[in-house]
């Protein structure tokens, strides 16, 4: 019985060890009304403010091409290529994005002649590196996940912070401490 029970102390111990970080760190408390993201959560603002003058610094000009996105923008976009015109672009629908809780921003470069790329290989500072890759590792080290180490569909210019919330908890009202919300009605 005293083994039977230490064994049992030990998987709690080791499953404690292997569970996400969100499930050991992150308070919830469920919140007293639906609540939905209003813009960009303030500390992601900030970091992108940072990785653009950073960028700027080494030459590179970076272009946000977005931010925040509605439930219906995500629609929208979740849409194109398959019942409108265009490419499909994502596999996340409206609520499935880490756009959709002001927690993802894309980006792309732009060239001196004003031209918008979205070319890895690029190199307009013309140090001998991918000013793409410049841009992504500036991008972790302001604590940024890139889009492009997924291994299902890459999203080579989603850059996110979860600040250790998952989708299920952000879709439950779940919000990072610092972020202004709306209720939902």
Known sequence: MLVLLALLGALA?????ESPAWERHVPLIEPAEPRIAAGLHPELADKRDTLVRLADQAGIDVLITDAFRSHEEQEAIYAQGRTSPGNIV???RGGESYHNYGLAIDFALRTSSGEVLWDLEYDGNGNGASDWMEVVEMAKTLGFAWGGDWERFPDYPHLQMDFGYTLDQL???FLPPGHVTVIQE
């Open 90 to 92: 994502t596999r996340a």
């Open 13 to 17: 111990y080791y499953t404690h060890l």
């Open 171 to 173: 879709q439950r009202g």
